[in-house]
């Protein structure tokens, strides 16, 4: 099997399963397995796209001779640079508010949130059950269910909120 049979194929199914799942996920239509599965392609792609980067590396190099080419690689960098600083423009993602709450919702017992949601607490475990979370005990908080992830942390939160 030669560098050429998979690089360029690796690359094309990489970039499939990404451009789809970040669509979906920009307009939040995410299964639970799609952000794993999206990032898993990313890396994935990184392969790909430097197997295939080998094999096209003269074509590449006379890329960079084209003013346009150019100008969108630094634009590229610029904004690669730009995501590493730790602002958000308005709207885009959570604020402080918004974290310390989700802080706060971490440290809720099941129990807790099923009575501040006017459930109860074998209601909530059936709810939470349902969306896939189990063996859940209503002494334990969100974030004990969630294991340090965030984004499960939310999804958790999601499900046991009902939505009249």
Avoid at 115 to 127: D, F, K, M, N
């Amino acid at each position: 099997m030669t560098l050429r049979s998979w690089a360029t194929p690796l690359v094309i199914g990489a970039f499939l399963v990404m451009a789809v799942s970040g669509v979906l996920m920009f307009f939040h239509l995410n299964t639970g397995l799609m952000k794993g599965i999206h990032e898993w392609a990313g890396l994935v792609m990184v392969a790909g796209g430097i197997a295939h980067l080998i094999l096209n590396w003269r074509p590449f190099m006379a890329y960079l001779r084209r003013p346009l080419a150019r100008a969108i690689m630094a634009l590229g960098v610029v904004a690669l640079g730009l995501s590493f600083l730790p602002i958000a423009p308005k709207g885009m993602g959570p604020g402080p508010e918004m974290r310390a709450l989700a802080g706060v919702a971490g440290k809720l017992r099941v129990e807790v949130l099923a009575e501040l949601s006017g459930q109860t607490p074998e209601v909530l475990v059936a709810r939470l059950a349902a969306g896939g979370v189990t063996d859940v005990t209503p002494q334990q908080t969100l974030a004990d269910l969630a294991g340090g992830d965030a984004a499960r942390q939310r999804m958790i939160l999601g499900l046991a909120l009902p939505r009249d």
